[in-house]
Nanobody, 115 residues
Framework: QVQVVESGGGLVQAGGSLRLSCAAS????????MKWYRQAPGKQRELVAI???????HYANFVEGRFTISRDNAKNTVYLQMNSLKPEDTDVYYC?????????WGQGTQVTVSS
């Protein structure tokens, strides 16, 4: 069994910053890609950023250089540093961890950006 837990969400004013964390634990032999998604009520979940096991990163176009994804392999943890937040970034943010070819999801963490 693999457990994935996100943290770091909250309420912030537009232009502010938040740092999300996502830690995986349990029966983990190897972690491949680690990903952040977000989802608003009634909308499809969308990819925000991905980091491979080798450290390569990819971002959605709407990130526009404002977010940085990173990982600490020793801690099985992925981070999402979010700067210059906008009200439209308000969503539930989910982490997905690829363990041996299968994605494990966290419960999500709410990010609310006030204008």
């Amino acid at each position: 069994q693999v457990q994935v837990v996100e943290s770091g969400g909250g309420l912030v004013q537009a232009g502010g910053s938040l740092r999300l964390s996502c830690a995986a634990s349990g029966s983990i032999f190897s972690i491949n890609a680690m990903k952040w998604y977000r989802q608003a009520p009634g909308k499809q979940r969308e990819l925000v950023a991905i980091i491979t096991s080798g450290g390569r990163t990819h971002y959605a176009n709407f990130v526009e250089g404002r977010f940085t994804i990173s990982r600490d392999n020793a801690k099985n943890t992925v981070y999402l540093q979010m700067n210059s937040l906008k009200p439209e970034d308000t969503d539930v943010y989910y982490c997905a961890v690829d363990v041996s070819g299968r994605d494990y999801w966290g419960q999500g963490t709410q990010v609310t950006v006030s204008s």
